[in-house]
């Protein structure tokens, strides 16, 4: 079992930065993937970001390339979401997860945060 806390949201103007951060409970941190959806206000959950458990292999949405890191610290049970170069388009409700798999897809993971909102004006 693992629970998953999210930190770190806010407003921002276009352009700014911010740091999201999750806090997974669970001793077996290292065996999980980890990633990043985002919901939208009428849109569906879409995946962000991800990192494997070893942390050695990331994937990201062409959306966010470029701008976004994920990383995780596996002593601290810590994984992050730098955010750069926001745009009004990335305001959504940011969710970590957790999961075996390592996908891009919803279904491959077990657990969920409770989400933390972004919001990013223009």
């Known amino acids: 079992q693992v629970q998953l806390v999210e930190s770190g949201g806010g407003s921002v103007q276009a352009g700014g930065s911010l740091r999201l951060s999750c806090a997974a409970s669970?001793?077996?941190?290292?065996?999980?993937?980890m990633g990043w959806f985002r919901q939208a206000p009428g849109k569906e959950r879409e995946f962000v970001a991800r990192i494997s458990g070893s942390g050695t292999s990331t994937d990201y949405d062409d959306s966010v390339k470029g701008r976004f890191t994920v990383s995780r610290d596996s002593a601290k049970n810590m994984v992050y979401l730098q955010m750069n170069s926001l745009k009004p388009e990335d305001t959504a409700v940011y969710y970590c997860v957790a999961g075996y798999s390592g996908t891009n897809l919803r279904g491959g993971y077990n657990y969920w945060g409770q989400g933390t909102q972004v919001t990013v004006s223009s």
């Open positions: 669970g001793r077996t941190f290292r065996a999980y993937a």
